[in-house]
Protein backbone atom coordinates (compact mmCIF):
# COMPACT_ATOMS: atom_id res chain seq x y z
CA UNK A 1 0.00 0.00 0.00
CA UNK A 2 2.63 2.45 1.24
CA UNK A 3 4.31 2.05 -2.31
CA UNK A 4 1.83 2.90 -4.04
CA UNK A 5 0.87 6.31 -2.30
CA UNK A 6 4.60 6.64 -0.85
CA UNK A 7 5.02 11.24 -1.91
CA UNK A 8 1.60 11.14 -3.85
CA UNK A 9 0.51 14.93 -3.11
CA UNK A 10 -3.24 14.40 -2.34
CA UNK A 11 -5.77 17.24 -2.68
CA UNK A 12 -8.59 15.81 -0.35
CA UNK A 13 -12.15 18.09 -0.58
CA UNK A 14 -14.17 17.62 2.45
CA UNK A 15 -18.17 18.74 1.66
CA UNK A 16 -21.21 19.47 4.22
CA UNK A 17 -21.88 15.78 5.18
CA UNK A 18 -22.36 14.24 8.12
CA UNK A 19 -20.20 11.51 6.56
CA UNK A 20 -17.37 14.54 7.34
CA UNK A 21 -16.36 12.57 10.11
CA UNK A 22 -14.98 9.83 8.26
CA UNK A 23 -12.46 12.10 6.96
CA UNK A 24 -10.16 12.17 9.81
CA UNK A 25 -9.33 8.60 9.04
CA UNK A 26 -9.00 9.30 6.01
CA UNK A 27 -6.45 11.79 5.86
CA UNK A 28 -4.67 9.62 8.92
CA UNK A 29 -4.81 6.41 6.73
CA UNK A 30 -3.34 8.54 3.79
CA UNK A 31 -0.90 10.02 6.11
CA UNK A 32 0.08 6.65 7.11
CA UNK A 33 0.64 5.31 3.25
CA UNK A 34 3.26 8.02 3.02
CA UNK A 35 0.99 10.63 1.27
CA UNK A 36 1.18 14.27 1.51
CA UNK A 37 -2.51 15.53 2.23
CA UNK A 38 -3.39 18.80 1.73
CA UNK A 39 -7.14 19.89 3.13
CA UNK A 40 -9.86 21.70 1.42
CA UNK A 41 -13.06 22.43 2.97
CA UNK A 42 -16.38 23.97 2.36
CA UNK A 43 -18.00 26.66 4.89
CA UNK A 44 -20.58 23.77 5.12
CA UNK A 45 -17.82 21.04 5.97
CA UNK A 46 -16.72 23.03 9.08
CA UNK A 47 -20.06 22.38 11.02
CA UNK A 48 -19.47 18.63 10.22
CA UNK A 49 -15.71 18.41 11.29
CA UNK A 50 -13.15 21.45 12.57
CA UNK A 51 -10.18 22.22 10.52
CA UNK A 52 -7.92 22.22 13.72
CA UNK A 53 -8.72 18.08 13.49
CA UNK A 54 -7.63 17.45 9.66
CA UNK A 55 -4.70 20.36 10.39
CA UNK A 56 -3.19 18.45 12.89
CA UNK A 57 -3.55 14.79 10.90
CA UNK A 58 -2.91 16.37 7.86
CA UNK A 59 0.10 18.45 9.67
CA UNK A 60 -0.88 21.12 7.00
CA UNK A 61 -3.29 24.21 7.40
CA UNK A 62 -6.54 23.61 5.87
CA UNK A 63 -7.94 25.93 3.15
CA UNK A 64 -11.70 27.12 3.50
CA UNK A 65 -11.52 29.97 1.80
CA UNK A 66 -9.47 31.62 -1.09
CA UNK A 67 -7.83 34.29 1.50
CA UNK A 68 -6.63 33.48 5.02
CA UNK A 69 -8.66 36.14 6.87
CA UNK A 70 -5.80 37.03 9.07
CA UNK A 71 -2.92 37.41 7.00
CA UNK A 72 -5.22 38.34 3.67
CA UNK A 73 -2.48 35.88 1.68
CA UNK A 74 -3.95 34.49 -0.93
CA UNK A 75 -4.97 30.53 -1.39
CA UNK A 76 -4.06 29.92 -4.41
CA UNK A 77 -6.42 27.10 -6.22
CA UNK A 78 -3.84 27.18 -9.38
CA UNK A 79 -1.28 25.95 -7.76
CA UNK A 80 -3.13 23.66 -5.57
CA UNK A 81 -4.30 22.14 -8.96
CA UNK A 82 -1.30 21.67 -10.33
CA UNK A 83 0.57 20.34 -6.75
CA UNK A 84 -1.73 17.72 -6.86
CA UNK A 85 -1.27 13.87 -7.71
CA UNK A 86 -4.30 13.41 -7.01
CA UNK A 87 -7.92 15.04 -5.91
CA UNK A 88 -10.32 13.65 -3.72
CA UNK A 89 -13.19 14.94 -2.99
CA UNK A 90 -14.64 13.00 0.05
CA UNK A 91 -17.70 13.27 1.12
CA UNK A 92 -18.46 14.52 -1.99
CA UNK A 93 -22.51 16.19 -1.68
CA UNK A 94 -25.39 15.75 -4.55
CA UNK A 95 -24.72 19.72 -3.71
CA UNK A 96 -21.32 19.66 -4.49
CA UNK A 97 -21.55 16.62 -7.54
CA UNK A 98 -24.58 19.25 -8.91
CA UNK A 99 -22.27 22.30 -8.98
CA UNK A 100 -18.83 20.64 -10.61
CA UNK A 101 -20.97 18.80 -12.87
CA UNK A 102 -21.70 22.00 -14.30
CA UNK A 103 -18.32 24.01 -13.56
CA UNK A 104 -19.26 25.97 -10.85
CA UNK A 105 -16.64 27.38 -8.63
CA UNK A 106 -18.38 29.87 -5.75
CA UNK A 107 -15.32 28.47 -3.06
CA UNK A 108 -12.12 27.16 -3.36
CA UNK A 109 -13.13 23.47 -3.49
CA UNK A 110 -14.82 24.07 -6.72
CA UNK A 111 -12.14 26.78 -8.11
CA UNK A 112 -9.51 23.92 -7.59
CA UNK A 113 -11.18 21.39 -9.20
CA UNK A 114 -11.59 23.34 -12.16
CA UNK A 115 -7.68 23.78 -12.05
CA UNK A 116 -6.52 19.48 -11.52
CA UNK A 117 -4.58 18.30 -14.13
CA UNK A 118 -4.53 15.17 -11.75
CA UNK A 119 -7.33 12.24 -11.73
CA UNK A 120 -10.41 13.15 -9.63
CA UNK A 121 -11.72 10.72 -7.24
CA UNK A 122 -15.53 11.75 -5.78
CA UNK A 123 -17.05 9.26 -2.90
CA UNK A 124 -20.25 10.51 -2.85
CA UNK A 125 -22.24 10.75 0.75
CA UNK A 126 -26.07 11.33 0.17
CA UNK A 127 -29.28 9.39 1.82
CA UNK A 128 -30.65 7.29 -0.31
CA UNK A 129 -33.61 9.56 -2.53
CA UNK A 130 -31.23 11.90 -2.97
CA UNK A 131 -28.55 9.48 -4.61
CA UNK A 132 -31.12 7.61 -6.63
CA UNK A 133 -32.56 10.79 -8.00
CA UNK A 134 -32.35 11.21 -11.56
CA UNK A 135 -30.80 14.37 -11.28
CA UNK A 136 -28.23 13.15 -9.45
CA UNK A 137 -27.24 9.92 -11.47
CA UNK A 138 -26.88 12.34 -14.46
CA UNK A 139 -24.64 14.75 -12.55
CA UNK A 140 -22.80 11.64 -12.08
CA UNK A 141 -22.96 10.75 -15.55
CA UNK A 142 -21.14 13.85 -16.42
CA UNK A 143 -18.81 14.06 -14.30
CA UNK A 144 -17.39 10.37 -15.63
CA UNK A 145 -17.82 11.61 -19.25
CA UNK A 146 -15.02 14.19 -18.03
CA UNK A 147 -12.92 11.87 -16.76
CA UNK A 148 -13.46 11.59 -13.27
CA UNK A 149 -13.33 8.48 -11.20
CA UNK A 150 -16.72 7.84 -9.02
CA UNK A 151 -15.78 6.02 -6.02
CA UNK A 152 -18.50 3.29 -5.65
CA UNK A 153 -21.12 3.92 -2.42
CA UNK A 154 -21.57 1.66 0.45
CA UNK A 155 -24.73 0.34 1.24
CA UNK A 156 -26.31 0.05 4.57
CA UNK A 157 -28.13 2.24 7.05
CA UNK A 158 -27.69 6.39 6.64
CA UNK A 159 -28.42 9.09 8.67
CA UNK A 160 -32.30 9.35 8.15
CA UNK A 161 -32.94 6.17 9.54
CA UNK A 162 -33.04 4.13 5.66
CA UNK A 163 -31.17 2.09 4.93
CA UNK A 164 -29.81 1.95 1.84
CA UNK A 165 -26.92 2.86 -1.15
CA UNK A 166 -25.34 6.44 -0.42
CA UNK A 167 -23.50 5.72 2.61
CA UNK A 168 -19.52 7.15 1.89
CA UNK A 169 -17.31 4.40 1.32
CA UNK A 170 -14.89 3.67 4.03
CA UNK A 171 -11.90 5.19 4.73
CA UNK A 172 -9.65 1.96 4.46
CA UNK A 173 -11.39 1.26 0.68
CA UNK A 174 -10.70 4.73 -0.59
CA UNK A 175 -7.22 4.42 0.13
CA UNK A 176 -7.43 0.84 -1.71
CA UNK A 177 -8.92 2.06 -4.32
CA UNK A 178 -6.26 5.08 -4.45
CA UNK A 179 -3.25 2.74 -4.14
CA UNK A 180 -4.83 0.07 -7.06
CA UNK A 181 -4.87 3.25 -9.39
CA UNK A 182 -1.55 4.39 -8.76
CA UNK A 183 -0.54 0.84 -9.18
CA UNK A 184 -2.15 1.13 -12.54
CA UNK A 185 -0.91 4.05 -13.65
CA UNK A 186 2.94 2.27 -12.62
CA UNK A 187 2.15 -0.39 -15.13
CA UNK A 188 0.82 1.71 -17.98
CA UNK A 189 3.47 4.38 -17.46
CA UNK A 190 6.82 2.88 -15.62
CA UNK A 191 8.96 5.79 -16.44
CA UNK A 192 6.60 8.39 -15.18
CA UNK A 193 8.92 11.03 -13.43
CA UNK A 194 11.99 9.29 -15.52
CA UNK A 195 14.55 11.39 -17.49
CA UNK A 196 15.14 9.28 -21.07
CA UNK A 197 18.23 10.05 -23.31
CA UNK A 198 18.24 8.51 -26.40
CA UNK A 199 20.31 9.33 -30.00
CA UNK A 200 19.18 8.76 -33.12
CA UNK A 201 20.35 8.48 -37.04
CA UNK A 202 23.43 9.09 -38.91
CA UNK A 203 26.34 11.19 -38.53
CA UNK A 204 27.45 13.19 -41.78
CA UNK A 205 31.55 13.78 -41.57
CA UNK A 206 32.52 16.30 -43.92
CA UNK A 207 35.28 15.81 -46.13
CA UNK A 208 34.01 19.75 -48.17
CA UNK A 209 30.90 21.59 -48.49
CA UNK A 210 29.75 19.41 -50.49
CA UNK A 211 30.87 15.79 -49.80
CA UNK A 212 30.62 13.93 -46.20
CA UNK A 213 31.27 10.50 -45.28
CA UNK A 214 28.14 8.76 -43.50
CA UNK A 215 25.79 5.66 -43.67
CA UNK A 216 22.39 4.45 -44.32
CA UNK A 217 21.22 5.02 -40.91
CA UNK A 218 17.31 6.39 -41.48
CA UNK A 219 17.08 7.25 -37.47
CA UNK A 220 13.62 5.29 -37.76
CA UNK A 221 14.39 2.83 -34.49
CA UNK A 222 15.62 5.45 -32.88
CA UNK A 223 12.74 7.70 -33.56
CA UNK A 224 10.73 4.87 -32.57
CA UNK A 225 12.35 4.43 -28.43
CA UNK A 226 11.52 7.97 -28.00
CA UNK A 227 8.42 7.77 -29.11
CA UNK A 228 7.51 4.65 -26.71
CA UNK A 229 9.20 6.51 -23.86
CA UNK A 230 7.32 9.42 -24.19
CA UNK A 231 4.08 7.32 -23.85
CA UNK A 232 5.79 5.17 -20.97
CA UNK A 233 5.59 8.63 -19.04
CA UNK A 234 9.38 9.53 -19.44
CA UNK A 235 10.81 13.17 -20.16
CA UNK A 236 12.62 12.67 -23.37
CA UNK A 237 15.43 14.37 -25.01
CA UNK A 238 16.18 13.21 -28.28
CA UNK A 239 19.58 13.93 -29.96
CA UNK A 240 18.71 13.11 -33.69
CA UNK A 241 21.21 13.25 -36.72
CA UNK A 242 20.55 15.05 -40.04
CA UNK A 243 17.29 12.69 -41.28
CA UNK A 244 14.18 13.91 -43.24
CA UNK A 245 12.27 12.29 -40.23
CA UNK A 246 10.82 13.88 -37.11
CA UNK A 247 8.60 12.11 -33.89
CA UNK A 248 5.02 12.11 -34.52
CA UNK A 249 4.28 12.43 -30.47
CA UNK A 250 4.13 16.14 -28.81
CA UNK A 251 6.50 16.75 -25.91
CA UNK A 252 9.74 15.25 -27.25
CA UNK A 253 12.71 17.78 -27.15
CA UNK A 254 14.49 17.71 -30.48
CA UNK A 255 18.57 18.46 -30.69
CA UNK A 256 19.22 18.32 -34.46
CA UNK A 257 22.98 17.59 -35.08
CA UNK A 258 25.12 16.47 -37.95
CA UNK A 259 28.37 15.08 -37.11
CA UNK A 260 29.89 12.73 -34.55
CA UNK A 261 31.84 15.70 -32.41
CA UNK A 262 28.26 17.26 -32.88
CA UNK A 263 26.33 14.21 -31.38
CA UNK A 264 29.36 13.92 -28.60
CA UNK A 265 28.82 17.50 -27.72
CA UNK A 266 25.34 17.38 -27.16
CA UNK A 267 24.79 13.81 -25.53
CA UNK A 268 27.44 14.16 -22.71
CA UNK A 269 26.43 16.94 -20.73
CA UNK A 270 22.85 15.85 -20.70
CA UNK A 271 24.34 12.59 -19.73
CA UNK A 272 24.21 13.60 -15.95
CA UNK A 273 20.27 14.72 -16.10
CA UNK A 274 19.29 11.08 -16.89
CA UNK A 275 17.75 8.37 -15.29
CA UNK A 276 18.51 5.95 -18.77
CA UNK A 277 20.18 6.48 -21.66
CA UNK A 278 19.33 4.59 -24.87
CA UNK A 279 22.21 5.17 -28.08
CA UNK A 280 20.78 3.87 -30.51
CA UNK A 281 22.41 6.45 -33.24
CA UNK A 282 24.44 4.89 -35.90
CA UNK A 283 27.74 7.14 -35.06
CA UNK A 284 31.01 7.45 -37.16
CA UNK A 285 33.65 5.44 -36.02
CA UNK A 286 36.23 7.51 -38.41
CA UNK A 287 35.79 11.06 -39.39
CA UNK A 288 38.13 13.04 -41.72
CA UNK A 289 41.34 14.97 -40.10
CA UNK A 290 40.58 17.69 -42.64
CA UNK A 291 38.06 19.23 -44.00
CA UNK A 292 38.16 21.42 -47.17
CA UNK A 293 36.59 25.02 -46.59
CA UNK A 294 36.18 24.57 -50.70
CA UNK A 295 34.75 21.66 -53.08
CA UNK A 296 38.01 19.12 -53.80
CA UNK A 297 37.86 19.41 -57.86
CA UNK A 298 39.50 16.65 -59.95
CA UNK A 299 43.00 17.21 -61.05
CA UNK A 300 43.01 14.34 -63.39
CA UNK A 301 41.50 11.71 -64.64
CA UNK A 302 43.55 8.84 -63.12
CA UNK A 303 44.34 10.78 -60.17
CA UNK A 304 42.65 9.48 -56.57
CA UNK A 305 42.22 10.81 -53.53
CA UNK A 306 43.23 10.29 -50.42
CA UNK A 307 41.69 11.17 -47.25
CA UNK A 308 43.37 10.78 -44.18
CA UNK A 309 40.55 9.90 -41.03
CA UNK A 310 40.76 10.05 -37.49
CA UNK A 311 38.89 8.45 -34.87
CA UNK A 312 36.23 9.82 -33.58
CA UNK A 313 34.98 10.82 -29.56
CA UNK A 314 33.30 7.28 -28.13
CA UNK A 315 30.03 8.83 -26.77
CA UNK A 316 29.08 5.21 -25.50
CA UNK A 317 32.21 4.21 -23.91
CA UNK A 318 32.35 7.80 -22.33
CA UNK A 319 28.92 7.56 -20.71
CA UNK A 320 30.19 3.99 -19.50
CA UNK A 321 32.63 5.65 -17.57
CA UNK A 322 30.48 8.65 -16.18
CA UNK A 323 27.52 5.57 -15.50
CA UNK A 324 26.11 6.11 -11.84
CA UNK A 325 24.37 3.33 -9.89
CA UNK A 326 20.98 4.73 -10.21
CA UNK A 327 21.44 4.92 -14.16
CA UNK A 328 21.23 2.33 -16.90
CA UNK A 329 22.81 2.75 -20.21
CA UNK A 330 21.50 0.70 -23.29
CA UNK A 331 23.66 0.52 -26.91
CA UNK A 332 23.09 -0.67 -29.90
CA UNK A 333 25.60 -3.10 -32.11
CA UNK A 334 24.91 -3.64 -36.12
CA UNK A 335 27.13 -6.76 -36.98
CA UNK A 336 27.66 -8.93 -39.98
CA UNK A 337 30.24 -11.21 -38.36
CA UNK A 338 30.48 -12.81 -35.15
CA UNK A 339 27.36 -11.31 -34.11
CA UNK A 340 27.05 -12.23 -30.43
CA UNK A 341 30.70 -12.68 -29.87
CA UNK A 342 31.03 -8.63 -30.67
CA UNK A 343 28.14 -7.53 -28.99
CA UNK A 344 28.97 -9.22 -25.89
CA UNK A 345 32.49 -7.46 -25.79
CA UNK A 346 31.03 -4.64 -26.31
CA UNK A 347 28.98 -4.67 -23.82
CA UNK A 348 31.56 -4.94 -21.44
CA UNK A 349 34.06 -3.16 -22.61
CA UNK A 350 31.05 0.20 -22.82
CA UNK A 351 29.83 -0.83 -19.25
CA UNK A 352 26.28 -1.31 -20.50
CA UNK A 353 23.17 -2.74 -18.84
CA UNK A 354 22.34 -4.34 -22.35
CA UNK A 355 22.86 -4.03 -25.50
CA UNK A 356 20.86 -4.47 -28.42
CA UNK A 357 22.36 -6.80 -31.58
CA UNK A 358 20.79 -6.01 -35.26
CA UNK A 359 22.81 -8.75 -37.62
CA UNK A 360 22.59 -7.26 -41.52
CA UNK A 361 22.19 -10.91 -42.31
CA UNK A 362 18.51 -10.90 -40.92
CA UNK A 363 16.22 -9.72 -43.70
CA UNK A 364 14.69 -7.17 -42.80
CA UNK A 365 16.56 -6.15 -40.01
CA UNK A 366 18.96 -3.03 -40.14
CA UNK A 367 19.56 0.52 -41.55
CA UNK A 368 16.02 2.09 -43.26
CA UNK A 369 13.29 -0.57 -43.20
CA UNK A 370 10.35 -0.41 -41.07
CA UNK A 371 11.00 -3.55 -39.52
CA UNK A 372 13.52 -4.65 -36.85
CA UNK A 373 14.69 -8.41 -36.03
CA UNK A 374 16.36 -8.08 -32.58
CA UNK A 375 18.64 -10.27 -29.73
CA UNK A 376 19.01 -8.67 -26.40
CA UNK A 377 21.96 -9.56 -24.28
CA UNK A 378 22.46 -7.89 -20.84
CA UNK A 379 25.08 -7.90 -18.20
CA UNK A 380 23.92 -10.81 -16.52
CA UNK A 381 24.96 -12.94 -19.09
CA UNK A 382 20.89 -13.27 -20.11
CA UNK A 383 20.08 -13.53 -23.87
CA UNK A 384 16.53 -13.33 -25.70
CA UNK A 385 16.06 -13.31 -28.99
CA UNK A 386 12.84 -11.40 -31.51
CA UNK A 387 11.05 -12.62 -33.93
CA UNK A 388 11.30 -10.05 -36.86
CA UNK A 389 8.54 -6.91 -35.89
CA UNK A 390 7.91 -3.17 -36.97
CA UNK A 391 10.48 -0.97 -35.05
CA UNK A 392 7.47 0.69 -32.94
CA UNK A 393 6.81 -2.80 -31.62
CA UNK A 394 10.45 -3.46 -30.97
CA UNK A 395 10.67 -0.40 -29.33
CA UNK A 396 8.37 -1.49 -26.93
CA UNK A 397 9.43 -4.68 -26.36
CA UNK A 398 13.42 -2.74 -25.60
CA UNK A 399 11.98 -1.03 -22.79
CA UNK A 400 9.90 -3.63 -21.43
CA UNK A 401 13.26 -5.57 -20.94
CA UNK A 402 14.32 -2.67 -19.38
CA UNK A 403 10.97 -2.18 -16.80
CA UNK A 404 11.90 -6.59 -16.01
CA UNK A 405 15.86 -5.10 -15.31
CA UNK A 406 14.68 -2.22 -13.15
CA UNK A 407 12.27 -4.26 -11.50
CA UNK A 408 15.00 -7.05 -10.61
CA UNK A 409 17.75 -4.40 -9.88
Not at 132 to 152: D, E, R, V, W
Not at 253 to 278: C, H, R
Amino acid sequence: MKASLDRKNILLGVCGSIAAYKTAMLCRLLVKAGANVQVVMTQAATSFITPLTLSTLSKRKVITQFADSETAVWNNHVDLGLWADAMVIAPATGNTLAKLANGLCDDVLGASYLSARCPVFFAPAMDLDMWQHPATQANIQKLQSYKNQIIPVGVGELASGLSGPGRMAEPEDIVTYLAQFFRQQIHKQPFKGMSVLITAGPTYEAIDPVRFIGNRSSGKMGIALAEAAKEYGAEVELILGPTHLRPQVAGINVTPVQSAGEMFEATVPKFAKADIAILAAAVADFTPMQTSTSKIKKKGDDEGLNIPLGRTKDILATLGKQKQSHQKLIGFALETDNEVSNAKGKLTRKNLDFIVLNSLKDKGAGFKHNTNKITILDKYDNQQAYELKSKAEVARDILNYLVGLMMKT
